[in-house]
């Protein structure tokens, strides 16, 4: 299981090496509302650079939302990967390791930055693999596949370029939902931190 994550997240880095964009761990909050219910969410994002002008976006969203109820975003690769291998994963298990954390690799979407080389850099991102949570006691349970469109926009702070104020929104969608209205508004602010 070791040597399969070593593998994972040396590839991974390679990319984050590869080219003059950074590899970027960023600390936020988001809001969004469908204008019947409202979610807050501190953020994790991971943005791992393919090249100049493009990355590969995972987000972790976890907070509550309107009546006290627990939500939680999440790229669906993610997701899979962690179940997988909490049921089926072990020592004895590498098949199963083996494709819960390539699960776990795939990416919840990508962002294109037209001008990469710009002191304040502005991105267009398309993440449809994403998937949304909500639980309340025992009064409901919603697990939904969602997609996203959006910008965001980083400016530096410092002249070193560690670390960036990260502004973010856009418009989330409920693929094959009939029980809460699909599309969401959101938006988000947090501090990226480039490596």
Known sequence: MSRILFFVYTFLFSFA???QEQFSIGLGAEYSEN?????YSGTIQVEVPLGD??????KLGIGGSTDRVFYLHSPVGAAFGTILLK??????????????VLLIAIPEGITFYPNPDADIRVGIYVAP??????????NYEYFRFSGEVGGK???PLGKD???DLQLQGGLRYLYRNKVIE?????AGAGLSFNF
């Open 129 to 138: 693999l994403g998937c949304d949570y909500w639980y309340k006691n025992s």
């Open 17 to 19: 090496l590869s080219g």
């Open 153 to 155: 926009v980083k400016f």
């Open 87 to 100: 049921s089926l994963g072990g020592n004895n298990s590498s098949a199963v390791n083996t494709i819960g």
């Open 182 to 186: 699909p599309f969401f508004i959101h």
């Open 53 to 58: 002008r493009f990355g590969m976006n995972y």
């Open 161 to 163: 370029d560690r670390i």
């Open 35 to 39: 204008f019947s219910i409202r979610n």
